[in-house]
């Protein structure tokens, strides 16, 4: 199998393992009466697809999970602020390992890409619902992004060092 | 982790908490409180909210949504929107806290009495 038929098997295997993380996602609901605070189950997919295949083919990844999941399991509304938080976040993330190369973090990582995540979302509601008010919002969802996006991270590690140990991406560059 | 880890990640949990802390201090007063329903861009109406009360706001499209203010605070009890954020959004009192319902663009906020 030549490396660009591999890279798209990847890239697939990942959009699916995003949309399931959704999906369960969406089944834990967080017993905080504060909407939009999820934990990000999906980011654990964005790291690992930021650390392997490189953030061009990380955007289509991060653009088909929220399409689709939106699509499938959130109502045709969700898209709007979930692309915002999405592409905010992984931007925020690909620029981080970017200029961090070597002594990057992940769990740092992680964190600035939970947090741009909720920055994302809380200015797409800011225009759409037309309000300036929504800093306070913000600031407890950032907060709230801090334990979520360091146990994302721990996790996100985790599987790092257990595929490495594995073959499968030693093919991607030949 | 990391001793790098551990200090950004304070160094986060201060300025969110700090920054929490912060609005609710700088926006703290005596005046008298009001809730005020911005539906589409636009005041719809502004409550006192030391006076219980209870009302359903409707959008052009024909959703809606039911404020009720009790004890001093002012929650969503009804909606139609899809997602019933709003609805789970927590009783809201101090000034500036808001509870938003995305799907019809309406927000409710606290707001003292000069504003």
Redesign the interface.
Known sequence: MNSKAYRLVILSLYVSMALILSYVESLIPLPLPIPGAKIGLPNIITLVSLLTLGWPLTLLVVVARVLLSGFLFGGGFSIVYSLGGGLLSLFVMALILHFTKDGFSLILTSIFGAISHNLGQVIVASIVVQTSSLMLYFLILMFLAIPTGLFIGITARELMRLLDKTTIFKRLNS | ??K??FI??TI??V???G??AL?YIINATNQPLYVRV?S??EVVTVLPLSEDHTETFYTPSGGYNTLTISNGKAKMTDADC??K??V???PISSP???I?C??H???V?VVTGNS
């Open positions: 982790m990391k790098k880890e950004v990640i986060l949990l300025i969110s908490l920054g929490i609005y911005t589409q861009g899809p997602d954020i709003c789970k959004t927590y500036g806290e808001t938003v995305l799907p663009k309406l927000v906020e």
